[in-house]
């Protein structure tokens, strides 16, 4: 559910090497120092069943594995491996009643769903990683904040509370044995790790594997998920800037991304939306203990300018800058090489876009333009999706339905306190993570609000906010011929029922002050 | 009592309003009703809320069908005491945990699941016929809480 974001992280593999980065406007250059350039790019996860193209398609052509095991990557490189051979598969029964392909957050739900409406229910899931179902939004937020090495390196990490969450949904004992499925009683999840399904047939329902087994099944989901999409300047890049790309995404990523900037003294991410954002300042807050120098280069005016109003966008930057990122706007990547031990980035406020550097679709925004029909093209259906990001513990962001910057918004904010942030409300709501309620733990000790000062006899002594500082807490809502198509919360948490609510129903001629109260309401308790 | 402003050339309005003003009454059509809201253990219909992230993985762990059986029978039991005529069940539920140790047992690695014990369902069954007896771990108060209030209703 995260929207289809192109972000490219450089970094220096080592203290020596440096990445030069060159802007060209009005005959001035300036220079960045950072080392290899690491692309990053996060996937669109398209709704929750995902992958709509039907029948898996086969991994595109690449490298050809020789037989041989993955070619070791040089320490702090990036080198792509190889294609594995896929190991021997463990024993699979012959048939299943229901097969999950993908063995993502979509995945994890429908087999909740699967086996809470039918309790005895046999589940297979298949996953191509080789790690069980885990949530992504650790990835670009706690794994990074956690400063407890043997936490980091076990995927987990510490909630509010002090308590250690995995980034998995499950522990491992969860899962049966593929082989043992079709003889539970009460029926059972398995899964199978680090294999695809690279045909099924539908109507005799079978799927085949990667590895040449195949398995029948009585139904069967694709939840395969999305994957990075790269900037065709990097996929052209001479091999040594191309060793020190990558993209970001998934644990391997995660790890790769952990281990590299152990040793380095800069990064630049390229990308201003929701991924790009949330990792710059998450590695923004970790350069102030490491000296790790962090930079976000993007061609928009500001961060998140695709999806924020303009005022909130150019606060948003701000904010990200006070949090350590050295943030390059309206800049697009124009050329990558690599020379005297420098990669070197340079930048253009051109409309070099054949590069299509650095734009993104969100999600719901190319639905739009994919489908013509007007029906389609409402809050309703996109409703379903959900996105969001966290730039640090103090902000913290959730949007559904249409939220393109360029609708018309009319938005409604209160002053923050300090109830009001990514941290605090993931102890009001039990959750271990912000946004992320699939975990399904309950940990919570409730808070009571604090006190709201006294209101004043004087109505029209409102304090008139001067800084940016006032966007504490609010509702963005997003309107097209002046029904609601999306909406944005702004440190307001745990309300998404209802904003699926104001979705659905489009609040058409409402006072939306009026509508933006149903979200200010205290919690009942 | 709210204060307005225009940005974006007049397409992005900003209303800015101080906390009062937004709890107050909503005079929107948009009524958000209970059913809007995340769910408790106990569905506003007075039925189990399988989906219920106070009840863990139980529903649909290994063992989901016989939790099921157990926290019904007990659920709606209207015995006295309540449950009594739920051993079976019971017994069933508890020799699957006792199978499944790996993933249900006490030892450290399985801090995921000790928090969802066994005492927490026994309260939220408890708590229905409002038995006082109210598990102040940590873990349980929240759901707990919320579903004391529903029950009660």
Redesign the interface.
Known sequence: MEPENTSLVAISPDKHTRIKIQTRQNSTSSTVKTGSIIGVCTATIIGYFAYKKGVFKRKPGGKKSDGSAASVAEEDDFEEEEEKVPAPTPDLPEHVQYLLIGAGTASHGA??SI??ND??SKVLIIGSEDFMPYMRPPLSKELWFTEKRELVENFKFENW?GK?I?IFY??E??Y?EPKDLPT?E????ALLTGHRVVKLEPEKKIAHLDNGSQITFDKCLIATGGKPRNLSILEKAPKEVKRRTMLFRTIKDFQKLDSVLQSSNSVAIIGGGFLGSELACALGRKSKSTGLKVFQIFPEKGNMAKVF???LSKWTTEKIESEGVNVISERHLKSVSFKDKQVQLKLDNGDEAGDAACFYDILLGRRRVEHHDHAVVSGKLAGKNMTGADLGPNIGYEAIGIVDSTL????????A?EEDTPKAATGKT?EGLRSD?E????????KTPAQ??K?TEN?EN?N??KSAE?YGKGIVFYLKDKVIVGIMLWNVF?KM??A???LR?G?EN?????????F???N?? | MAYCKEEGNGKDRVIFATKEDLESPSKSVIVVSEEDEDQGAILPNGEINWDCPCLGDYPYGPCGEKFREMFTCNFYSTEEPKGSECSEQNMEFFTCLFNHSKLYGLDENNSQSEDLGESQSEDLINSQSNSTSVNQSEDTDSALNKNSTEMKS
């Open positions: 087999m909740r086996r809470i309790p005895k509370t250690e995995s499950t522990p004992a969860f049966a539970l009460d029926g059972g999840v109003p303009e005022y018309e918004t009319v938005a409604v904010f209160a002053k306190t039990g309620s975990k399904g733990t309950s940990d919570s000790v409730p709201p000062p209101l109505t409102i008139v906010p006032d745990g029922p209802i699926r609510k104001v129903d609040a409402e006072d939306l002050y009026e509508v933006a109260k149903n200010f309401s205290e009942k308790e």
